[in-house]
């Protein structure tokens, strides 16, 4: 299928510093630069004139004057400098209080030098000492502050230049940011906090008023701990009005590759892809009807995991049958919509843990890894309340169970639902899943959705509700701690090229992506495929199970008669036809009754022929020739399946004969890794 990709909105971008092409451009850069460091120095020299102003103008006044006019400048010393004090932004205390007595020194100096004369001793080296201090004190915070903004006006750390406008005005004053990368969509920074004042936690719960502070949209600001530093915190500012408008969807990231590999079902808030490995625990997707959780998070993950080789996918829903998961349908290798086919499943499944962590032991595995020969399994419950009541006490337990020991096994359990209390959900099974949350209600139902960091954060799903489908949080073991906190957008599907949506559009997309991916065409190991209900016929080759110290291929002597009595008849093990009618049953010592006259209404396997060890070899190299000849380059156990079940041709027999035709050269040689018989010309015997 075609990929469609759509730029997302991207957010306004941040000032940028000018680019300096000539020298004349750098030399009026510099003098700029300079200038900044002069105010100071002619602040002195004007002090130095108001207070020889003052001194020479009261000089022939009477007492009484000069002492009512000394106490009006200094009434105004007074005012201008708790004027400083309160209309001060400095960031810091120190820095406020610097300015704030500057001014007061200043005020002081003149108030003195209209007195005694600007050129006394006492008032003339306070004014060369003090004054050169001061001036100096101030050049030094201009230097500093010039490595956030720059004589242009533009940011040179926008993080700290942010941060330098709202923390202050939250009630950190004391807090530091400096940008680590900055791009068009986001800036990524750190922020040290007050050292054994503050941690991260502090600057989580100001997050709102530090946006407030800034300006900033809500939701703009995302903070985590720093793993390695207490004193420090990670910050990301973003816009999350890019996130209003639906993302069409751009088609799977990564087909054919082992679902071990991150699958994409959106991006986050700063427009990176969201990177999600599956593998390895359970999910939980809650969010209220109409919020995206089934077309935005069923339709995305499910559209991913059905590309990936080594996965397959069992389904449920017996609330809404196939309107969600039946565009799926071609994809999954089983789709339960009735409560006993649902029962049937989880029976079935449990039935299957054991022997397969049973071999994953013996190839000294703790759990499913890739390229193990187990297929990886995924059994996604959909409204998942009804399923669980529909479950008899013992097989409620028997799930429990099941959500214990499926993952060392290779499978991974989702469970979506609208409300995960305690009336909806098993406490137990609720402590052992991962989080992707969509919009709700209220806070009180985010906090069944939400993990507890993400609720320490104060991620507020309920602001989105149903008004922005597809908006969820995400906190999974692949996730990094500073995503878990940043909302994401799921693909919109049945988007149009002006962005319009409609259901049956989105339906067709689907269906055309499932199709594209079908089930019937992966090859599975046996336990899969006997879970699965996709026909027999059409079910691709079973990737056999991996090799064990007695389950070998026999060795290429000859023939053992006794060998080809006791696996003559092997056929009839693996022909598994429906019963075709369970109502009728007998045992062993009821009297087996005539069929009514008529045609019988069963069909029957064909009766076994006897073959000769020639007519045996002849049906060999007719599948060899037909394979060939229908474009396959390599074949395996299962390309064979016919045989056996239409003849004597056992397994044992074919294993034999076909290491012996890889010998004498008439087909390839065997590759370990794949359980497969290479052909890189057409079979013949000599």
């Not at 007719?622 to 396959?632: F, P, Q, S």
Request: hydrophobic content about 40%; aromatic content about 6%; overall charge negative.
């Amino acid at each position: 299928m075609a990929r469609t990709t759509t730029t997302p909105p991207t957010p306004a971008t941040l000032p940028a510093v000018p680019d300096s092409s000539s020298w004349e451009q750098v030399a009026t850069r510099e003098v700029s630069k300079a200038l900044l460091y002069f105010p100071p120095w002619l602040v002195g020299v004007l002090l130095f004139g108001l207070g020889a102003a003052f001194h020479f103008t009261l000089a022939s006044d009477d007492p009484q004057t000069i002492a009512w006019t000394t106490a009006l400048i200094i009434t105004c010393v007074l005012v201008l400098t708790a004027l400083t004090w309160r209309q001060s932004h400095a960031r810091s205390l120190t820095g406020r209080a610097h300015t704030t007595l500057t001014t007061l020194a200043g005020g002081l100096w003149v108030c003195a030098a209209t007195i005694n004369g600007p050129a006394s001793t006492v008032t003339g080296r306070l004014i060369l000492i003090g004054g050169v201090a001061f001036a100096l004190s101030f050049n030094i915070r201009t230097v500093i502050r010039s490595k956030q903004i720059d004589v242009n006006g533009a940011v040179a750390d926008p993080l700290g230049f942010l941060f330098g406008r709202g923390a202050e005005k939250a009630g950190m004053a004391s807090v530091q940011a400096r940008t680590i990368q900055a791009s068009a969509h986001k800036v990524t920074g750190e922020v040290q906090l007050a050292e054994g004042r503050q941690i991260a936690d502090d600057l989580q719960k100001k997050v709102p008023y530090v946006e407030s502070g800034i300006g900033l949209p809500p939701g703009s600001i995302v903070t985590s701990v720093d793993p390695d530093d207490a004193s420090k915190a990670k910050v990301v500012i973003s816009d999350p009005r890019v996130m209003k408008q639906p993302i069409p969807w751009p088609g799977p990231s990564r087909v054919g590759a082992s679902i071990a590999e991150p699958v994409r079902p959106g991006l986050w808030q700063d427009l990176d892809e969201v990177a999600y490995v599956i593998v390895g625990h359970h999910v939980q997707i809650m969010g209220k009807t109409g919020a995206g959780k089934s077309i935005g998070g069923a339709w995305n993950l499910l559209g991913e995991i059905v590309t990936r080789r080594d996965v397959a996918v069992f389904a449920i829903d017996i609330t809404k049958g196939e309107q969600t998961l039946g565009p799926l349908k071609a994809a999954l290798h089983r789709l339960e919509t009735t409560k006993e086919g649902a029962k049937d499943l989880l029976t079935e499944m449990q039935a299957n843990i054991k022997p397969r962590t049973d071999l994953l032991s013996a190839k000294g595995l703790q759990k499913w890894a890739e390229g193990c020969g187990l297929t990886y399994w995924v059994l996604w419950l959909e409204e998942f309340p009804d399923i669980y009541d529909a479950l008899t006490d013992k097989q409620q337990e028997q799930f429990l169970s099941l959500i214990k020991a499926i993952r060392s096994a290779g499978g991974t359990v989702v469970l979506s639902l609208q409300r995960s209390d305690w009336t909806q959900m098993p406490t137990i099974a609720r402590g052992q899943l991962a989080k992707m949350c969509f919009g709700v209600d209220s806070a009180a139902d985010a906090t069944f959705g939400l993990s507890e960091a993400q609720e320490d954060a104060g991620c507020r799903p309920e602001l989105w509700s149903n008004k922005q489908p597809g908006m969820a949080y995400l906190d999974a073991p692949s996730i990094p701690d500073d995503r878990i906190t940043m909302p994401m957008r799921t693909y919109a599907w049945g988007m149009s090229a002006t962005g319009a949506f409609d259901d049956e559009r989105a339906n067709e997309q689907m269906r055309a992506h499932a199709a594209a991916f079908p089930a019937i065409h992966k090859q599975i190991d046996p336990m899969t495929a006997g879970l699965s209900r996709l026909a027999a016929s059409a079910l691709a080759t079973p990737a056999p199970l991996p090799a064990s110290h007695d389950s070998a291929p026999a060795d290429p002597a000859d023939d053992d008669p006794d060998d080809e009595e006791e696996v003559r008849n092997v056929a009839g093990e693996y022909l598994n036809t429906d019963d075709p009618d369970p109502e009728v049953t007998v045992s062993l010592d009821d009297e087996i009754t005539d069929f009514p006259e008529g045609e019988p209404p069963l069909t029957f396997a064909p009766p076994e022929h006897k073959m000769t060890p020639e007519q045996r070899g002849a049906a060999l190299m007719d599948r060899l020739h037909e394979l060939w000849d229908d474009g396959a380059r390599d074949v395996g156990t299962g390309d064979f399946k016919v045989l056996w079940e239409t003849t004597d041709i056992s397994r044992a027999w074919f294993q034999k004969q076909m290491k012996r035709l890889s010998e004498a050269g008439i087909i390839g040689a065997y590759d370990d890794d794949r359980q497969r018989y290479l052909m890189e010309t057409r079979p013949e015997l000599p």
